[in-house]
């Protein structure tokens, strides 16, 4: 029995949208349990990150349309993005800053690998030149995003043992809201503010 390409590429979307709403759901309740407010504060911006990465997946199936969305590949590589987060949401809730750095590096680096993938080595199905130039855009925005973005975490890792742990998570919030506002400056979340 074949399967109709629109619901196969439906299922990938239904996919990533209830497993990203499982982990919010989930991670919700912990703030019961958390009584620092230095704790809670971390927690909740652990949150932010993954409806941050939610809105970058989105933002990618409207971009890029059944490029990546009817791509095998693709799927592997958001279940693997999906499993980090995850982890980035449980370190965070076990107040363990670092570790939840080291796991947002190496989100940071899988969406690295995605990018260069689709940007040198993915084809092109559209005929539209137009649109095949917009893709490119926004992946060597993405490209460049994503490498600041590893620098910036690698530095604040690196300097970890200096800092207070007030520090880190101060470091930790600058640095992924920087990224936050480069993501939408770059159109790489194309949402508008009003």
Not at 56 to 62: A, E, G, L, N, T
Request: glycine content about 4%.
């Amino acid at each position: 029995m074949k399967t109709a390409i629109g619901q196969q590429i439906e299922f990938s979307s239904v996919l990533f949208d209830t497993l990203f709403g499982l982990i919010l759901f989930f991670s919700i309740d912990s703030f019961l349990d958390i009584k620092d407010p230095l704790h809670f504060i971390f927690y909740l911006f652990s949150l932010i990150v993954l409806i941050h990465r939610r809105l970058i997946f989105k933002s990618c199936d409207d971009a890029f349309d059944k490029e990546v969305t009817d791509s095998g590949l693709d799927i592997i590589i958001g279940i693997i993005e999906l499993i980090l987060i995850e982890y980035v949401v449980l370190m965070a809730r076990g107040f363990d800053t670092v570790s939840t750095a080291y796991f947002l590096l190496a989100l940071l680096g899988v969406d690295l690998i995605w990018t260069i993938i689709w940007l040198y080595v993915g084809k092109r199905r559209h005929e539209d030149k137009e649109r095949i130039k917009s893709m490119e855009r926004e992946l060597q925005n993405n490209l460049k995003l994503v490498i600041a973005g590893i620098i910036m975490f690698t530095i604040l890792i690196a300097f970890a043992q200096f800092l207070s742990p007030l520090l880190f998570i101060i470091g930790f919030i600058v640095l992924y809201s920087v990224f936050i506002v480069l993501s939408f400056r770059n159109k790489i979340v194309d949402i508008k503010i009003f």
